[in-house]
């Protein structure tokens, strides 16, 4: 049950716009306080301030140097793969098959499923996120038991059964009919249940025959407030087997386009080899881009330009996508986009970065008046982050002389160690032992 009012002390911080557009958009109180009344944010400011009669009753927990900030969002994500992360020498297409189907294989056994999702959303909140787009397996059974798991928690999830009927081994494959019949009657349980979200989510292209690709459009029309997911553009082969597949095709985005996949609620991960058409025509559909660095550089798959897709008016979200990705922790994902934004020749401000993993992604997702954000009427997913959390980075962060540089040395240095506390619905999920 939640606590029905809950008080954190400690200092507060949020990114209430984008900070290259709007550099004052953010929120920081020192000696702050959150009120949090029947799992939202009912009032935020310095804790002198907090109106006696608010606070009354009120069960407090107390932060020091502790950071409040909205709980992290991870806009792609396999939870399945838990088991696979970190498994040596392969690129994309040789992973899936050596590593990744198999053990997908394994989720048709709704306790196996059960005990993954536990284990993958222990390890979620201990790293700091509250909110992710996830994808589950082929088997329905993979979707079930991972809602019944983050319900238990009070999350707010985005989720999906991966489509997939074609190239692939037959314990992970299903038809254009049966994913379409799965996929629906999953919509039905779950889309809008407490705080859970459907995502449509073909695997990718060379994985899905037109057959399943049209049912996918069909599940979106017949329901068009779910979202949709799948991989676009992420590796140099896999490029080549799609322009095998659909010869017709301008490019790997057109082919999404020619089946009516494209739009503001539709989330391509990876998103690495494109050209100014493709660039444009994401654009114009309002589809997101979701960057997934640590699994670009672990599986070799390229740099992604974020600076030059952000200015093409692209939406840009921020994943893990473990187990490709080497890391559920935003710090992570958030140094490995700094590094790749090097490489191109650019720059990732510590700031943009966790607006890109706060409220950035909470509106790109369309729930940015729900979540991402601390302010009155916001559902209270917050995390509390120690910036001292280990020796080096304390003597760093004495040295800094501005959020900037606090910020980054969490981006480059911490790990789980620095999350002190994570709150979902405005109940503790997690505490570092
Ligand atoms: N492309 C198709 N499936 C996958 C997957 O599971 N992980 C990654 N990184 N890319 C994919
Ligand atoms: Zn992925």
């Not at 499923?113 to 536990?118: F, G, L, P």
């Not at 779910?226 to 553009?233: A, D, F, K, P």
């Not at 191109?344 to 008046?369: C, H, K, V």
Request: proline share 5%; glycine share 8%.
């Amino acid at each position: 049950m939640a606590e029905d009012r809950l008080l954190l002390t400690g200092n507060v911080l949020s990114f209430d716009d984008d900070p290259a557009a709007n550099p004052d958009a953010v929120t920081w109180i020192e000696s702050g306080a959150v009120l949090v009344e029947d799992g939202k944010i009912a009032w935020v400011g310095r804790r002198a301030e907090l109106p006696g009669h608010l606070a009354a009753g009120a069960s407090t927990h107390t932060y020091g140097r502790e950071i409040i900030l909205p709980g992290f969002i991870d806009a792609h994500v396999h939870y399945p793969q838990i088991g696979v992360i970190a498994s040596y020498g392969a690129q994309l297409l040789e992973w899936l098959e050596a590593y990744t189907f198999p053990e997908e294989a394994r989720f048709a056994d709704p306790d196996h499923a059960a005990s993954m999702a536990r284990l993958f959303l222990d390890l979620l909140l201990a790293a700091g996120t509250t909110t992710a787009a996830v994808y589950c397996t082929v088997h329905p059974e993979s979707v079930t038991a991972f809602f019944e798991e983050s319900e238990v928690r009070g999350l707010r999830m985005i989720a999906g059964k991966v489509l997939m009927d074609r190239n692939a081994p037959d314990a992970v494959r299903d038809s254009a009919a049966s994913g379409y019949d799965d996929s629906r009657a999953l919509i039905e349980t779950w889309h809008g249940r407490e705080r859970s979200l459907y995502a449509v989510t073909p695997r990718f292209a060379p994985t899905s025959t037109p057959a399943q690709l049209e049912a996918c459009a069909a599940l979106l029309g017949a329901f068009p407030d779910v979202y949709m997911q799948t991989h676009l553009s992420e590796n140099l082969d896999e490029i080549r087997w799609v322009r095998e597949l659909f010869p017709k095709a301008r490019s790997y985005l057109d082919v999404y386009r020619g089946f009516g996949l494209l739009g503001p609620r539709s989330l391509f991960g990876h998103a690495i080899h494109m050209d100014e058409d493709d660039l444009g025509l994401a654009a114009s559909s309002r589809s997101r881009f979701v960057h997934c660095p640590t699994s670009n550089l672990f599986m070799g798959s390229g740099l992604f330009d974020i600076a030059r897709t952000r200015a093409a008016g692209v939406p840009v979200l921020l994943g893990s996508d473990v187990g490709g990705g080497s890391s559920l922790s935003p710090f992570a994902t958030m140094k490995a986009a700094y590094e790749i934004a090097q490489l191109n020749g650019r720059t990732l401000a510590p700031e943009e970065a966790f607006w890109l993993s706060t409220a950035g992604a909470a509106d790109a997702l369309s729930l940015g008046d729900r979540i991402g954000r601390i302010a009155p009427g916001f559902e209270a997913d917050m995390t509390v982050l120690d910036p001292e959390s280990t020796p080096i980075i304390g003597q760093r962060v004495e040295r800094a002389e501005s959020l900037r540089d606090l910020l980054f040395a969490q981006i480059v240095l911490a790990d789980d160690r620095a999350i002190r506390a994570t709150y979902a619905g405005g109940r503790k999920v997690h505490e570092r032992r």
